[in-house]
Nanobody, 121 residues
Framework: QVQLVESGGGLVQAGDSLRLSCEAS?????????MGWFRQAPGKEREFVAS???????TYTNSVKGRFTISRDNVKNMVYLQMNNLTPADTAAYYC??????????????WGKGTLVTVSS
């Protein structure tokens, strides 16, 4: 069983930065070779943000490229999302997801409960 716990959300102003963290409680790391982030804004569908493979390979949605950086620490079973130059459009609940493969559609076996990011203009 894999448990994911996010942290780091908060209220910031446009142009500010935030770093989200997700800790995976897992007995066998091979269960979560892929980890990443999705977000869901009020009234909108959940969308893919970024993913990172166990070897460090990353993928981003276009709207965050150049502003967000995903990384992971395989020793600590952590994944991070550094978010820079935030805009009000980034306001959403951010969810950590993990699994043996990564589906940008959101078809992932393991999910955290989310952390809220609010960006004021």
């Amino acid at each position: 069983q894999v448990q994911l716990v996010e942290s780091g959300g908060g209220l910031v102003q446009a142009g500010d930065s935030l770093r989200l963290s997700c800790e995976a409680s897992v007995r066998q790391i091979f269960l979560v070779p892929y980890m990443g982030w999705f977000r869901q804004a009020p009234g909108k569908e959940r969308e893919f943000v970024a993913s990172v493979r166990w070897n460090g390979d990353t993928t981003y949605t276009n709207s965050v490229k150049g502003r967000f950086t995903i990384s992971r620490d395989n020793v600590k079973n952590m994944v991070y999302l550094q978010m820079n130059n935030l805009t009000p459009a980034d306001t959403a609940a951010y969810y950590c997801a993990a699994g043996p493969s990564f589906k940008t559609t959101g078809d992932m076996p393991y999910w955290g409960k989310g952390t809220l990011v609010t960006v004021s203009s």
